[in-house]
């Protein structure tokens, strides 16, 4: 169980650092792109380095395959069907509605958390060290979000404290979606388990060329943020996760 605890609590503290930073003040957007565009180098060196290789192991190339494209498709979905704000700095907009528009992004992202937290709970299949670093990967993807989230309601309301514990929630369904995956992993043939790793890197591939490159190289002439791609790649090499 000891081993458990780190997972968990990087798990969970991406939206709670980022809803707290964002009812009291927002970082450079350089920061925040090129911090978005080292979890993109993560997550691709996850998945390329680790996740596809080990569920190829358990199963085959063409479960892998399928499994690849079948977590990108559930990621295009949930895109398509629930409200989702993606990691960008929120933009305020005047009007009665946009308190309505902040519990939307709300409730968009509390959903499209509980498949990243099923993410990380299919790294600790792999090894723990690999479960660790995708909850550090999506943890630095979930801050923008927190910010995203927390900022607009706060502006909207004027309750600091509200705003922050509501976009706090978003937390939840990611330690959710973690246990249930550590759960479902223990009884379920090694060869759904390789669909499930390789639906995995799916998920975080998606995520990395849908919201953090596209993200993180808005506006940003300096090239910094493929450099910090890289470095996010890198970081994966040198821990030894082949």
Known sequence: MDSLLPIVAISVIGPIVGSFIGVIRRPSRRFMYNMLSFAAGVMLGLSFISMIPHAV?????????????????????????????????????????????????????FLHNFPEGMAIGAGSVADNKVSIMIALAIAIHNIPEGICTSAPYFHATGKRWKAFLLSSTTSIPILVGYLVAHALYKSIPEEVIGLMIAATAGIMIYISADELIPTSSFKLTNHSTIFSLILGVIFVVLLGLA
């Open 57 to 109: 192991k358990l199963s085959s190339p063409e479960t892998c395959a399928i499994g690849i494209l079948l977590g990108g498709v559930v990621m295009y979905l949930l895109d398509k069907m629930i409200p989702h704000v993606h990691p960008e700095m929120f933009k305020e907009e005047p009007g009665s509605e946009f308190k309505k528009t902040a519990l939307y992004l709300i409730v968009g992202i």
